[in-house]
């Protein structure tokens, strides 16, 4: 059942427990807590333990409240989910039953205008899960027009990258950007509407946030550290929302299922090599049913991959 009263709807919430099958007695991991939905469903389902982790202290702070809810059963662990296998072993944890991830900003996020992570809302242009490091201003006022078009170009898959860096460059020669709205407007001056109520400015935000977060960093890591920590039997969630994240998740669980290494698609797949540690639980994604994107339009872009671990061992990082 969709909750509809959270502040986010868990996607594709039905798919992902399916997926987990959470048992009584089993330990699992919600690596994205945000506003705790998939946390919430896994221990409504079975007599289990969740170790929530999120690098937002918003989400720390809320996940401490439902924990409430389910007294020595909800875990709230603050920090990075590509870092869980180090954060787990400080609570004793050193293999789950599943793991849980929901790749990319929430919904909770967009909605808060201090958080610069929107260019519907006039706010500060940071973009800052953990709320540390660089900001997105930081990033736009700082490097270079040729990065800059290579930042666009690369993270948003945007085509007019190059403009995009060139009126950048100029504006801010003016006075730095630092607000969402100033290059949001910017953006717009040189990128025409697509006629499908995508906003111009969508790729360029997208690829802002994915370099001031290491999104894909983070996901190349945390698909390694999942591998991992899953038992023989283990079942592995993840939910992504555009190609490029979608692309390493496919990437990845096509090469530990099929137990051949393929560093390049200009290399042959190589017939020696480790074995699967994983079994796909379907070829390709599973997408929102109609029921879903009728009340929450955000799940029109998600996919979700799937799979079982098995009793091999992880790959190495020379494999």
Aim: with cysteine; hydrophobic share 40%.
């Amino acid at each position: 059942m969709i909750r509809q009263d959270a502040p986010h709807i868990s996607v594709l919430l039905r798919e992902v427990l399916e997926i987990l099958g959470p048992k009584d007695g089993g330990v699992y991991v919600d690596g994205t807590f945000g506003a705790g939905g998939y946390s919430r469903a896994i221990l409504e389902t079975a007599d289990c333990h969740v170790y929530g982790i999120d690098r937002d202290p918003l989400a720390i702070a809320m996940g401490r409240e439902m924990a409430a809810e389910f007294p020595g059963r909800l875990v709230m662990v603050e920090g990075c989910y590509a870092d869980m296998e180090g954060l787990l072993s400080s609570h004793g944890i050193d293999a789950v039953d599943g793991i849980a991830l929901d790749i990319g900003v929430s919904s909770m996020q967009i909605d808060e205008a201090e958080r610069g992570f929107s260019f519907m809302r006039e706010g500060p242009l940071d973009m800052r899960m953990s709320g540390e490091g660089r900001t997105a201003a930081d990033v736009v006022n700082e490097e270079s027009e040729a990065e800059l078009a290579r930042i666009i170009f690369v993270y948003g898959e945007e085509q007019r990258s190059r403009a995009i860096a060139r009126a950048v460059a100029e504006r801010r020669e003016l006075a730095p950007f630092k607000s969402t709205v100033e290059l949001a407007e910017v953006v717009a001056s040189v990128v025409r509407p697509t006629g499908k109520g995508i906003h111009p400015a969508t790729r360029t935000f997208q690829a802002l946030r994915i370099v001031v977060n290491d999104e894909l960093g983070q996901l190349v890591k945390g698909l390694a550290a999942s591998e991992r920590l899953l038992t023989p039997g283990g079942r592995l969630a993840v939910v992504s929302f555009h190609s490029l994240e979608d692309r390493r998740v496919k990437n990845f669980l096509s090469a530990r299922s099929e137990g051949r290494a393929r560093p390049s698609r200009h290399v042959p797949v190589s017939d020696e090599g480790p074995a699967p540690t994983f079994k796909l639980i379907k070829r390709g994604t599973f997408k929102a049913r109609p029921d879903e994107l009728a009340v929450n339009p955000r799940s029109r872009s998600a996919r979700l991959r799937g799979a079982i671990r098995t009793d091999a061992p992880a790959w190495t990082e020379a494999a």
